[in-house]
């Protein structure tokens, strides 16, 4: 059983910064992917960023230029990092990790595991 717990989400005005992590625990696999959703208030579920075993990485125009996806293994513990900046009111969701502890398939219906995800809110 993996399990994602998410930090780093709060509040910040429009301009601003965070840094979101997601620690993976129970996870040892080799082939993989890690994806960043978020889902904001009345919007439909999308996908802002994935990685995968090999480092590829990808972001919907949206938000590529201004969010960054990346990840690090430390002792065992496996953690996915997203730094957003430039952050705007329309970044304002609840943002979650998930994995695809299968394979190198991304997108959200190959994800296996879910975290319950970070708030993230935006002033203008």
């Known amino acids: 059983q993996v399990h994602l717990v998410e930090s780093g989400g709060g509040s910040v005005q429009s301009g601003g910064s965070l840094r979101l992590s997601c620690v993976a625990s129970?996870?040892?696999?080799?082939?993989?992917?890690m994806v960043w959703f978020r889902q904001g208030p009345g919007k439909e579920r999308e996908e802002v960023a994935d990685?995968?075993?090999?480092?590829?990485?990808?972001?919907p125009s949206s938000v590529k230029g201004r969010f960054t996806v990346s990840q690090d293994n430390v002792q065992g513990v496996h953690t996915l990092y997203l730094q957003m900046d430039n952050l705007q009111p329309d970044d304002t969701a609840l943002y979650t990790c998930?994995?695809?502890?299968?394979?190198?398939?991304?997108?959200?219906?190959?994800?296996?595991?879910w975290g319950k995800g970070t708030l993230v809110t935006i002033s203008s």
């Open positions: 129970g996870f040892y696999g080799s082939d993989y992917c």
């Open positions: 998930a994995i695809n502890v299968e394979s190198e398939f991304c997108g959200a219906g190959n994800m296996d595991y």
């Open positions: 990685i995968d075993s090999s480092g590829i990485t990808w972001y």
